[in-house]
């Protein structure tokens, strides 16, 4: 048995969505730190380009989006469950609501100048600069819009009554009652607005919300060792990837299982990852590729947000 490597960095949300699901479920993990701007050699040897963060490794096996990491956590540990039975449609929904548009609205508030400012104030100008530039380079050829801050400012309101409106109507301290992936997809973007005093009121002033936060943030991170991204590609090169899901291949736009593609993210960081197609399922799609550093990997996507295109 493999262990799970995540390669994140301490301040990104969407990192810290993955670190409380493996908190929820009470799993041990090693922890790769990443830098949080291109380039990220050790990273994209295990993704091929794929340069978003978090990222999952089990061997040689590696899990790109938390969407798809929650599932791949979901068939590692079956309780307590991130999807429960009755409840899947919901919290994808949800889940998928909050990283984006909850998320696109987060962004817009936490990169406004006063927020930055504090952010900032302690990290030099040069590492400001590029950050800039590394974030502006990562929306580009996406999908994705920035939310001009009057905008985000104006529709929080309708964001947060709602999610107000629904801790207080549902039976049990979670959005749908017992926790679930949707928790975790809402949390992380809150979790980012406490970063400074400038956007925390943006949560605190929703006093259920804060308090539902609070218990979600409870069942902090699991049980972590560090590891070198070295090593992470040590076990990459010396692992031999899972066994492919055994479902049908399904590609309605006529791709073929071993033709050779490249997948990438629709929205933003589109880095296409170039490799043979072995797996279409309902979910995920399962490219192969060989890495001079890494060895033989399968790069997993989730199938919703990513494309395909014949290379
Ligand atoms: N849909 C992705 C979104 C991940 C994402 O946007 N991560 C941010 C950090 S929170 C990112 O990659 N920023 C650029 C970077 O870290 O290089 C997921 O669910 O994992």
């Known amino acids: 048995m493999h262990e799970l490597i995540l390669h994140h960095y301490p301040t990104s949300p969407f990192a810290e969505k993955a670190r409380l699901m493996l908190g929820f ?74 990283d984006s548009v909850l998320f696109q609205h987060v962004v817009a508030l936490v990169f406004q100048p006063e927020s930055m400012a504090l952010r900032f104030a302690k990290v030099p100008p040069e590492f400001a600069k590029a950050f800039a530039a590394d974030r502006s380079a990562l929306f580009s050829g996406g999908s994705a819009t920035r939310l001009p801050l009057e905008q985000a400012k104006h529709q929080w309101p309708a964001l947060m009554g709602a999610l107000q409106y629904q801790l207080r109507r549902e039976q049990g301290d979670f959005l749908f009652g017992e926790p679930s992936h949707a928790d ?96 279409a399922g309902r979910d995920e799609l399962i490219l192969r590729r060989e890495d001079e550093r890494a060895g033989i990997v399968h790069v997993h996507f989730p199938r919703l947000g990513f494309r395909i295109e014949a290379r």
């Not at 040590?234 to 055994?246: K, M, N, Q, S």
């Open 25 to 98: 479920k009470q799993l041990s993990w090693r922890s790769v730190m990443i830098p949080p701007v291109m380039p990220k050699p050790d990273l994209t040897a295990l993704t091929g380009g794929y340069r978003k963060t978090p990222v999952l490794q089990i061997g040689a096996d590696i899990y790109c989006d938390t969407a798809l990491i929650a599932r791949r956590l979901e068939a590692e540990k079956a309780t307590p469950a991130l999807f429960p039975e009755g409840q899947e449609f919901n919290v994808g929904l949800l889940s998928q609501w909050a």
């Open 184 to 279: 975790f997809s809402v949390a992380h973007c809150l979790w980012f607005l406490r970063g400074t005093p400038v956007t925390s009121p943006l949560v605190d002033d929703y006093p259920e919300v804060a308090a539902w936060l609070a218990r979600v943030l409870g069942f902090g991170h699991g049980s972590l060792s560090e590891m070198s991204s070295e090593q992470a590609i040590a076990v990459a090169r010396e692992a031999t990837p899972a066994a492919l899901p055994d479902e049908a291949f399904v590609d309605p736009n006529g791709f073929a299982a071993g033709q050779a593609v490249s997948i990438a993210a629709v929205d933003y960081g589109v880095d296409p990852v170039r490799g043979e197609l072995l797996h």
